[in-house]
């Protein structure tokens, strides 16, 4: 079956410590992003990707990084320097950069105690 | 910037019935998309249904239907006979047609249905 995976669904970390959130896809889709969902909120974008090893910053990139060395695979690390990095965070990805409609991974809670 | 508005934080509707939930948008532009993507209790992000703003003609998928005002900015999602799995958060959504193509999300409305 095509489609995104994200993983874990539940992830647990210490303040100060970098965590990495997975997510893949298979679906042939050159673009993908990363949002985070934050309580009564809608989604913000992070980080995208329209290619491989080519990626910009969203709207709250700070305290974030990523990579894209190959083109199912869009890591996304929490720095400790996210200064509120609990949240549920969703990868997406399309087509192409102008596809027009984006197809969204099962999500990672994650929560930095 | 753009920005998405939907003025109903909670709707509910009985079964069978139909319920419109609202969206407002901001922008400049001639030519962007809109979404409607639904959000059940597992969080895994849906997509409803999709408008181009160039089309007059109101996208239409199964039960689920839009009334796309583009004069007024307006994106109201409705949903006919409605079922128990439609309950779920809706988030309205915009994308630009040219330059950067994330979505700009609304904060969303929590549809309950009433059996």
Redesign the interface.
Known sequence: DGGITQSPKYLFRKEGQNVTLSCEQNLNHD?M?W?RQDP??????IY?SQIVNDF?K?DIAEGYSVSREKKESFPLTVTSAQKNPTA?Y?C?S?IT???????????TRLTVT | AQTVTQSQPEMSVQEAETVTLSCTYDTSESDYYLFWYKQPPSRQMILVIRQEAYKQQNATENRFSVNFQKAAKSFSLKISDSQLGDAAMYFCAYRREIGANNLFFGTGTRLTVIP
């Open positions: 673009a992003y949002y009564g909120q809608g989604l913000r974008l995208y910009q969203g549920f969703l997406a399309s950069h102008r596809g027009r409609e984006q197809y969204f991974g099962p999500g």
